[in-house]
């Protein structure tokens, strides 16, 4: 259990307690001591209900801006206008693996896949968005240059992370339906040589980062 819920917890059974003893003091006419105890009781729970909503206010926000690792891509120059794209995809554990490389041509890469969006209630009490990787594929900024270059886009990066929404207590048939939505996602960076690149998913979608000084300095030309 959270601190944030152990200790208002406590503080707010000894409260209680202690406000019981004070009303029964004041029925057995102890007024002095009974009045004592019915203040320090009342203060004590009043004091535990706002640890308490604090602790929620942190946890909401907490679950609501989760992130889990989905790949760590590095690219590499091979010739003029392709790159090397080595990927390492994250277990549901946020470890990545080993990683493959893709041969992709054009001035950015891209990560597509779909997403399994929660409602957001669902999402303070534990359950996480979670994707399945489709493809990764070359990406030209001219659209003439685009249609008029062989894609290089791959397929088998395709997984199936995340976990099956309709095995959850709450699944397809549930009147209280978790599941807000499943759609098509990606991200597409810069291809520049040396650069690596961390892809994330929030609640709602991929989102993408530089990884170090060579991915920070071409989002920065980019922007």
Do not use: H
Not at 85 to 99: F, I
């Amino acid at each position: 259990m959270s601190i944030w819920w152990a200790i208002p917890a406590f503080v707010g059974l000894v409260g209680f307690l202690t406000l019981m003893g004070g009303l029964g003091g004041l029925l057995r006419l102890r007024l002095f001591s009974g009045s004592l105890r019915v203040m320090f009781g009342g203060g004590a729970l009043a004091a535990a209900a706002i640890v308490g909503l604090i602790g929620l206010n942190l946890q909401t926000y907490s679950r609501l801006t989760y992130e889990q690792p989905v790949a760590e891509v590095t690219v590499r120059r091979a010739v003029d206008g392709q790159f090397t794209a080595s990927v390492r995809k994250a277990d549901s554990e946020g470890r990545y693996g080993a990683a493959r490389d893709f041969v992709l041509a054009g001035d950015k890469f891209r990560l597509e896949g779909r997403v399994w969006k929660f409602q957001p209630w669902a999402n303070v009490i534990g359950a996480d968005a979670f994707y399945k990787l489709e493809r990764i594929q070359g990406r030209w900024n001219d659209a003439a240059k685009e249609n008029s270059t062989p894609s290089t886009a791959d397929d088998s990066i395709g997984d199936e992370a995340g976990l099956d929404v309709f095995s959850l207590p709450l699944g397809e048939w549930s009147p209280i339906q978790p599941l807000d939505t499943v759609f098509g996602d990606g991200v597409y960076m810069p291809l520049t040589d040396g650069a690596v690149y961390e892809i994330s998913l929030t609640q709602s979608g991929f989102v993408a980062r530089g990884a170090n000084d060579i991915a920070e300095r071409a989002l920065r030309d980019w922007s």
